[in-house]
C-alpha cells in the first residue's frame, strides 16, 4: 500500500487469477476502483461473511507466494 500498510492473504489460486485480472483491467482504465478479498476461515466472530477492500490507488506492488497444501 503507498501509505507503507502491508497486508498478507491466504487466497486460492482462482481468487489470485480474479484479483490479478481485477489489476490488470484496472490498470487498462475499466473496471471497479476496489476489489473484495473474502477472509474465509479467519471469520472470528458472529458474523456471516468478512471481506478486506483493496483499492486500486493504493497499491504499489503484490506478491504471490504459493505453495502445494499436504
Do not use: C
Not at 481468487?15 to 476489489?35: L, P
Not at 461473511?49 to 497499491?59: A, E, G, N, P, Q
Request: no cysteine.
Amino acid at each position: 500500500m503507498n501509505t507503507g500498510l502491508e497486508k498478507e492473504f491466504d487466497l486460492s489460486m482462482d481468487e489470485v487469477n480474479s484479483f490479478i485480472a481485477w489489476y490488470e483491467n484496472k490498470q487498462s482504465g475499466t473496471g471497479t476502483a476496489s476489489f473484495a478479498i473474502n477472509k474465509h476461515d479467519n471469520n472470528k466472530g458472529p458474523f456471516t461473511s468478512r471481506k478486506d477492500y483493496v483499492i486500486f490507488d493504493k497499491i504499489l506492488t503484490f506478491s504471490v507466494d504459493e505453495y502445494s497444501a499436504k
